[in-house]
């Protein structure tokens, strides 16, 4: 459980008690139902993280709603191809964010903007977003934790230097929200569109190491050459 789901759910048990110590005990369901709500969204389950070697993690629970080739554009040095794996987080899925990979945070950037509807295509650009590099195993990846049209509230612990584990807890989003992962365009995708995914245990795909990717590369112009 995060704490923040005491935070919410203490006021409204003693509203409950104190309603139903001075009226009738019926008025007392709202409340009671309202922090039980509260309690249930701020859960923590535990998970088990995958060991594979390369492997990116999803960073959020919910359902994959797009995944496409993007160019780096901002998030990242020079402009590169890169592709993008979009999940929607909806009321009723877990909202405890995790690292994608082992590595370090290399930049985190906040980006005040709108609220629009997370499932809309301009919500990864135009949103209130936090967007984290974290640079591992010689690849770079990009999660942004997106806010969405009732998320008002972005939360985000570690910092920039700070070493991950693959599945870590970094933070959470409040309520609907959206969650992208940007990644080498070389990565083997492991999802599709309409697919539902764990935070922290679902593959959402297999990096290479930059080193073998030279070395395939190195491999193919040598071929050429002959």
């Known amino acids: ?57 999803s960073p959020g629970d919910g359902k994959v709603t797009d995944v496409s080739p993007v160019m780096s554009g901002p998030v990242m040095s020079g402009n590169v191809k890169l592709t993008r794996i979009s999940i929607f987080l909806s009321v009723f899925n877990v909202h405890v964010n995790r690292s994608p990979i082992t590595g370090t945070i290399r930049e985190i950037r906040y980006q005040r903007g709108k609220y629009l509807n997370a499932m809309n295509r301009a919500s990864a650009e135009e949103n209130e977003q936090n967007i984290v590099t974290v640079e591992g195993d010689g690849q770079t990846v990009v999660f942004k934790q997106i806010a969405g049209l009732l998320a008002r509230r972005i939360v985000f612990h570690p910092k920039v230097g700070d070493r991950l584990e693959r599945g870590q807890r970094v933070g959470l989003i409040k309520f609907g929200s959206r969650v992208d992962v940007l990644l080498d365009a070389s990565a083997t995708l492991q999802v599709k569109v309409g697919d539902r995914v764990k935070g922290g245990a679902s593959v959402l795909a297999h990096l290479q190491p930059k080193a073998e990717l030279a070395a395939a590369g190195n491999s193919r112009s040598s071929e050429r050459a002959r």
């Open 1 to 57: 459980m995060v704490r923040d789901g005491y935070f919410y759910a203490a006021p409204l048990i003693a509203v409950a008690v104190l309603i139903g110590w001075l009226t009738n005990l019926a008025w007392t369901i709202f409340p009671l139902a309202l922090a039980a709500f509260f309690l249930w969204f701020f859960r923590d389950p535990e998970r088990t993280i995958p060991q594979d070697a390369g492997a990116v993690v």
